[in-house]
């Protein structure tokens, strides 16, 4: 049957936003995960000035957007709030239809893939009328009492655990990474070697090689680093490795050029990197890419990147922390392609005396990070990170022998991690299948009772 005949449009009432009072603002998350109340705002913060008014058991989605599932029920907690005149409201005809049984469709693969498939426009943006939606989308024809019976199957199959416990052993993975990072940075990972020198020796070469380029004019004299005081150190370190900042160990740390996007090309071999194009350990050359002319290249020579080179994201959203993502350039990154640092994203180049893959580890280490996430900047919820936060970074740093049994342990821990997490998700992959499969027969409706 039509959704349309399980919805009725016009039901939500409006508001005229009163500057001087406080109100919650409402949205819908993607993938059926719901209504969900998203902040408190002052009126006179609202840039629209007219709301509707939440009331449970509505059908909520964007009018806007209507790919990947972003649809809701709403519900008790979201009585009162408001959704902006961008978002759609169906009351649903709860004397037939379970509200719960529509929210469930929802949340299933192969039901917002439908939705998806049914709407029209770019790949980011897909759009589906009020309409569209009453008139093109199905459902399947049960009657309330199956509605419930079905409701009541998705629960024993989710009571089972299955998916629940292959999200948890992904989770331990995570863990266990961190575990290795935290274990390799406080010098527990490796045996010491007392034959070492003391790392201490390492940064005062480092030191005497970078005076020596700033004489030569190959690189900039950086501006004095804060000490570093003992309230500041976030853990204990071996006797002969030694504390100092980001800034002392490297040669340059690029902030990227202001390319005009006015003046990319379809196709060159002069590509420029942006935050999409850059997560944790994986360049993504085909995400979005955008080119330029050898000509306009020309005039960003400080902006050409080189192998060696660590990336890392310097904005992103505060409350997902979904920057800082770093990445160690090589050679195959470079395989036909001239590369070009984008604004708000970072280099860090360093100096060759150091294990390049260490420095790269050392930048996931949520103990390090922590102090450079609390300085970030941005109104809202944007956060973005300067080359100061960078260069105050503090290193705990070990002899390059060291580095190197360090960087050989963790690849190898690493890679133990990556088959472990890809058999997991392999795992999830059959069982949802499987699950979606169940769930497709249970909705005919011969087939509920039986189940």
């Not at 900042?245 to 490297?250: N, Y």
């Not at 590369?339 to 970072?346: A, I, K, P, S």
């Not at 103990?367 to 705990?396: D, H, K, M, W, Y």
Request: net charge neutral.
């Amino acid at each position: 049957m039509k959704l349309g005949k399980a919805l009725k449009m016009g039901e939500a009432k409006t508001l005229e936003i009163d500057d001087s009072k406080e109100y919650t603002i409402a949205g819908v998350q993607s993938y059926g995960k719901g209504v969900v109340n998203r902040r408190n705002e002052l009126g006179k913060n609202l840039k629209m000035k007219k709301y509707q008014v939440i009331e449970p058991d509505f059908l909520m989605w964007c009018k806007v957007d209507t790919k990947n599932g972003a649809f809701g029920i709403t519900k008790k907690e979201h009585k009162g709030s408001l959704a902006s005149t961008n978002m759609a409201l169906a009351k649903i005809d709860t004397e037939r239809f379970n509200p719960q049984f529509i929210e469930r469709l929802f949340t299933f693969d192969f039901f917002h893939g439908y939705i998806t498939h049914l709407s029209s426009g770019s790949t980011n943006r897909k759009y589906l009328t009020p309409k569209q939606l009453f008139e093109l989308v199905e459902i399947p024809a049960l009657s309330k009492r199956e509605q419930d019976e079905f409701i009541g199957l998705v629960d024993r199959i989710e009571s089972l655990g299955i998916t629940t416990e292959l999200t948890h052993q992904l989770d331990l993975v995570k863990q266990l990474r961190l575990a290795f990072l935290r274990e390799a940075m406080q010098g527990k990972l490796v045996p010491q070697d007392p034959n070492d020198e003391s790392a201490s020796v390492l940064l005062e070469k480092i030191k005497a090689e970078k005076e020596n380029l700033i004489k030569e004019k190959k690189i900039k004299k950086q501006k004095p680093l804060p000490p570093i005081t003992e309230d500041k150190i976030p853990f204990e370190i071996p006797e002969n490795w030694v504390w100092c900042r980001l800034g002392e160990v490297t040669n340059d740390l690029l902030g990227g050029f202001a390319f005009k996007s006015s003046k990319y090309v379809k196709e060159s071999n002069n590509q420029v990197i942006r935050l999409g194009n850059v997560k944790n350990d994986n360049l993504l050359l085909t995400a979005n890419p955008a080119y330029i002319s050898d000509d306009y290249a020309s005039t960003a020579e400080k902006a050409m990147l080189l192998p060696g080179d660590i990336l890392v994201t310097m904005t992103g959203t505060r409350a997902k922390r979904d920057y800082l993502f770093t990445l160690l350039l090589n050679d195959e990154h470079f395989e036909n392609l001239n590369l070009y640092l984008n604004q708000r994203v970072g280099a860090i180049r360093l100096n060759d005396l150091l294990q390049k893959e260490f420095i790269t580890f050392l930048l996931k280490e949520p103990s390090i990070l922590e102090p450079v996430f609390l300085s970030s900047t941005g109104a809202a919820n944007q956060a973005n990170i300067g080359v100061t936060a960078l260069n105050n970074i503090l290193v705990p740093l070990p002899t390059f022998s060291e580095q190197q049994r360090i960087v050989a342990k963790l690849n190898e821990l690493m890679a133990y991690c990556d088959e472990f997490e890809a058999s997991i998700k392999e795992s999830q992959q059959q069982n949802e299948l499987l699950l979606q499969q169940v769930l497709r027969e249970a909705l005919e409706p011969n087939n509920v009772e039986q189940v």
